[in-house]
């Protein structure tokens, strides 16, 4: 199992530019997340999904959006590129949102630099 | 607002001797505790969990304690190893309302184990 990846690793944007930043787990986990932490900060939620086709906004959706078309990928587009969405991006995964089977696992993340 | 709070941004301890890391928590629809390792250039690696219905998990050199009315946990690691050098996160998942199953992650803790 390669668990959860990410690509790219790392990637410098310009102000007004879009990329997506994706995102795969083998896990056959039904649960994925976004999460973005910016230096000294904790992990803030951006995106979760609970299953293929079905997504909701965490604490900080704005400027960024989903989608979860299979079961295994989760990416996360970005619009218009501010320098406010430089930060370090994980994704993770759970096999369930019930609290003793919610260990998430993470993505190596991707740090993004906005310019 | 932070609503899980690790106020100490790092801790340095001699291998061999406790590490004791701390967190502390304002929301009382927390239900759920973990702690969250980090390596640098890596994500997030589960570590111990806590249900809020007991006050102490033991992993091996690794101890949670929780107390609830005080609404704090602390993690133990006995004895430190210079492998344990890495950034701990707690976090907590409510057990109500919609935002169930979502983690609420603190800022972390370095924490360093010196020879």
């Known amino acids: 199992n390669a668990g959860v990846t990410q690509t790219p690793k790392f990637r410098i944007l310009k102000i007004g530019q879009s990329m997506t930043l994706q995102c795969t787990q083998d896990?056959?986990?039904?649960?994925m997340y976004w999460y973005r932490q910016d230096p000294g900060m904790g992990l803030k939620l951006i995106y979760y999904s609970v299953g293929a086709g079905i997504t909701d906004k965490g604490e900080v959706p704005n400027g960024y959006n989903v989608s979860r078309s299979t079961t295994e990928d989760f990416p996360l587009r970005l619009e218009l590129a501010a320098p406010s969405q430089t930060s370090v991006y994980f994704c993770?995964?759970?096999?369930?949102?019930?609290?003793?089977?919610?260990?998430?696992?993470f993505g190596p993340g991707t740090r993004l630099t906005v310019l | 607002d932070q609503q899980v709070k690790q106020n100490s941004p790092s801790l340095s301890v001699q291998e061999g001797r406790i590490s004791i890391l701390n967190c502390d928590y304002t929301?009382?629809?927390?239900?759920?505790f973990l702690w969250y390792k980090k390596y640098p250039a890596e994500g997030p690696t589960f570590l111990i969990s806590i249900s809020s219905i007991k006050d102490k998990n033991e992993d091996g050199r690794f101890t949670v304690f929780l107390n609830k009315s005080a609404k704090h946990l602390s993690l133990h690691i006995v004895p430190s190893q210079p492998g344990d050098s890495a950034v701990y996160f707690c976090?907590?998942?409510?057990?109500?309302?919609?935002?169930?199953?979502?983690?609420?992650f603190g800022r972390g803790t370095q924490l360093t184990v010196w020879p």
């Open positions: 993770a995964s759970s096999y369930s949102l019930q609290l003793k089977d919610n260990e998430q696992f």
């Open positions: 929301n009382s629809m927390f239900d759920y």
């Open positions: 976090a907590a998942i409510p057990d109500r309302g919609s935002t169930l199953g979502r983690l609420y």
């Open positions: 896990m056959n986990h039904n649960y």
